[in-house]
Nanobody
Framework: QVQLVESGGGLVQAGGSLRLSCAASGRTFSSYAMGWFRQAPGKEREFVAGIRKTGGSTYYADSVKGRFTISRDNAKNTVYLQMNSLKPEDTAVYYC??????????????WGQGTQVTVSS
């Protein structure tokens, strides 16, 4: 199993930037594609960005494409989400999870605490 801890969220003004981190434990971390998801109050959890095992291929939701960048450092068991040009509609709790590298569906039904991102206007 992979245990995940998200961090790096906070309060930022529209147009600002944040860098989220997802620290993973488990010797099989590099065996998984990874994804970032977010959930706003009253909304369903949605896919944000995904990265395949080696980090050579990424995929983004249309809503964040060009603004967010996902990356990973398998040696550090960490996945990152660089978020630039933030908008109020980006406000949500952000989660990371192992995913399919094809469908981007989460591989497991367990989620961490997430990290809150709040973007003010």
């Amino acid at each position: 199993q992979v245990q995940l801890v998200e961090s790096g969220g906070g309060l930022v003004q529209a147009g600002g930037s944040l860098r989220l981190s997802c620290a993973a434990s488990g010797r099989t971390f590099s065996s998984y594609a990874m994804g970032w998801f977010r959930q706003a109050p009253g909304k369903e959890r949605e896919f944000v960005a995904g990265i395949r095992k080696t980090g050579g291929s990424t995929y983004y939701a249309d809503s964040v494409k060009g603004r967010f960048t996902i990356s990973r450092d398998n040696a550090k068991n960490t996945v990152y989400l660089q978020m630039n040009s933030l908008k109020p509609e980006d406000t949500a709790v952000y989660y990371c999870a192992p995913t399919s590298g094809i469908t981007w569906h989460p591989q497991f039904d367990s989620w961490g605490q997430g990290t809150q991102v709040t973007v003010s206007s």
